[in-house]
């Protein structure tokens, strides 16, 4: 079942436009802003259809979250305060309520930028489902010293040549009256605001408050997930610092090109020859499905089957996501092949023409000298015919440009 919470809290459809959810948000919003509403509940309710709108009208987010619920969004990397979106809608900063923090007030601590990693699966893993474990090397928080760097308690020591700003500002006139001002990171603390002298550096990580480690992460492809679906693993990513959280790892599923089966949303499209005689006479042959299974296909003489027919086998397509027993259709294209030239006797055409429907007859049509004259079918080379054409092409060229047959010269008289 997807997951509504998010747009019931806001009271609007799953479909709903940007504009909408921006209407909804409004009306609540002046409903149960704690300076507008007495009751102690209303904090806890401002917060829900805050949280609500910045991922509604959050383009990724609300992708992620329609795809994956609560579970898929990144957490803790939203970084907004419900009085500053109240505040975009009405002005500004609220004042301040239920420790949320006026405008101008402290953010929660940044996340961190996410990884990547590209998974291959084949179709079967996709069809069948599957876990696959998918080996990391991260940067991990020190256990040591907990990421600070330093094991002793006052080891950490707030960088003087910043004040602990980790950037420094330069101003440099640039003509009369003229200031420019400008901002660099702190060469000393690395823009971190803080120093570890090395007499307190932490031995296990020297000081970087990361070690390097091995990460094992289990990943669920369940039945009927697709090409470039993402897998999202929140704050597996690499450790920075205490201030910021990690970010995510994402995990992309990229399916190898399958020898038999084409798939296209919940269907399955492949292809089957026949020969010429199977076409009109019926035929058998047998299906290896992605799980293993064998399906036998029949055809009984009276249905004949025509070059580029396509055939369709219901619920034998790919199962559909989240509904597993659900699945789409399998698609068979035939192509007829038909017999080499000589390879049916004068006597056996004889004898198809006995069998085969009679062509409609055909009037020859009086000539306009009163002369016939017969023509001789050829086997024609398409790829040879293509290299005359460029030939005649690159001949054409040289007589434009002045160019003689090679062998030819002029001679001025």
Avoid: W
Avoid at 61 to 83: H, I, Q, T, V, W
Avoid at 163 to 183: A, E
Avoid at 221 to 245: A, L, N
Avoid at 281 to 309: A, C, E, M, S, W
């Amino acid at each position: 079942m997807p997951d509504n919470k998010y747009y019931d809290i806001l009271g609007v459809a799953r479909d709903a436009s940007e504009t909408d959810i921006k209407k909804a948000y409004r009306k609540l919003a002046i409903k149960y802003h704690p300076d507008k509403n007495p009751d102690p509940a209303a904090v806890d309710k401002f917060k829900e259809i805050t949280v609500a709108y910045e991922v509604l009208t959050d383009s990724e987010k609300r992708d992620l979250y329609d795809k994956y619920g609560e579970e898929g969004l990144k957490e803790g990397g939203a970084g907004f305060s419900p009085d500053d979106i109240f505040s975009q809608f009405f002005g500004g900063g609220g004042g301040g309520f239920g420790g949320f923090g006026g405008r101008g007030g402290r953010r929660g601590p940044r996340k961190g930028e996410p990884l990547q990693h590209n998974l291959k699966v084949t179709l079967e893993d996709l069809y069948k489902g599957k876990v696959q474990k998918l080996a990391l090397q991260k940067s991990s928080k020190c256990p040591d010293c907990s990421g600070k760097g330093s094991t002793s308690k006052d080891g950490v020591k707030k960088c003087d040549d910043c004040n602990g700003q980790g950037i420094k500002v330069i101003h440099r006139q640039i003509g009369p009256g003229m200031v420019q001002k400008l901002q660099s990171q702190c060469p000393s603390c690395k823009g971190e605001g803080n120093v570890i002298r090395e007499k307190d550096r932490c031995p296990k990580c020297k000081g970087n408050k990361t070690i390097q480690e091995k990460k094992t992460l289990e990943v669920n492809i369940d039945k009927g997930m697709k090409h470039g679906q993402k897998i999202v693993f929140p704050e597996e990513g690499d450790y920075e610092s205490p201030d910021i959280i990690p970010g995510d790892v994402i995990v992309v599923l990229v399916q190898k090109e399958h020898p038999v089966f084409q798939r296209d949303g919940d269907d399955l499209v492949m292809e089957h020859e026949l020969t010429l005689l199977e076409a009109l006479t019926g035929f058998t042959f047998y299906i290896t499905h992605l799980d293993g299974r064998v399906i036998t296909v029949k055809n009984p003489p009276t249905q004949i089957i025509k070059q580029g027919d396509i055939k369709c086998i219901y619920n034998e397509g790919m199962p559909g996501y989240k509904r597993p027993f659900e699945k789409g259709r399998l698609f068979v294209k035939f192509n007829v092949v038909f017999p080499n030239s000589g390879q049916i006797s004068p006597e056996n055409a004889k004898l198809l023409e006995k069998i085969l429907p009679k062509p409609k007859p055909v009037q020859k049509p009086v000539s306009h000298d009163g002369i016939d004259e017969e023509a001789v079918l050829h086997d024609f080379d398409t790829k040879q015919h293509s290299n005359n054409r460029s030939s005649a092409y690159e001949d054409d060229d040289e007589d434009q440009h002045g160019g003689h047959p090679q062998g030819v010269s002029c001679a001025q008289q």
